[in-house]
């Protein structure tokens, strides 16, 4: 299971909380639009299935962003096995070259927000769904991911 960050204010009253707006998603980094559309069908069936939506930002109760942070990144790896000898100033040795390895790593963040668009909630978690090369489990993976982040909404 992904770790979960959550954060949220102490002083704000989830109690009331029982219609929604889905605001349009943000994503940085090299996010197709494809993934941004899996990931918003996914938590607009989870969000349906609790609470019911919204038409409009300013009837809801709160409001809802999805954001996907995508970032490349290279990986070096070493590998610790050499050889040397030799005798005074004559030797010889064998090392192994350095592994390069780019990749990429990817966020999920859900916020919840009032309807004057104050922060409320926070939940983050790193995201396996871009390793999927068939788009279906790449929606199950980020519906799965979402239900993770949203069973710990509200906060107890």
Known sequence: MPPIAVDY????????????????PLATGPVSPLEIKRAT???????????Q????????????????????????????????????????????????RPYRENYLVLDVLSPQSSPLWRASTPSAAARHADPAQSQQQLREELALMLNRFPPY
């Open 9 to 24: 204010d102490p002083q704000a009253d989830f109690t009331s909380l029982q219609t929604y707006y889905l605001l349009d």
């Open 53 to 100: 939506p919204a038409q409009s930002a300013d009837s809801a109760d709160f409001l809802v962003r999805l954001q996907l942070n995508s970032v490349e990144k290279v990986a070096v790896y070493d590998d610790s096995f050499a050889l040397y000898g030799g005798y005074h100033y004559w030797g010889f040795g064998w090392r192994a070259p350095l592994e390069v």
């Open 41 to 51: 069908q996914a938590l607009e069936g989870l969000l349906r299935m609790r609470y």
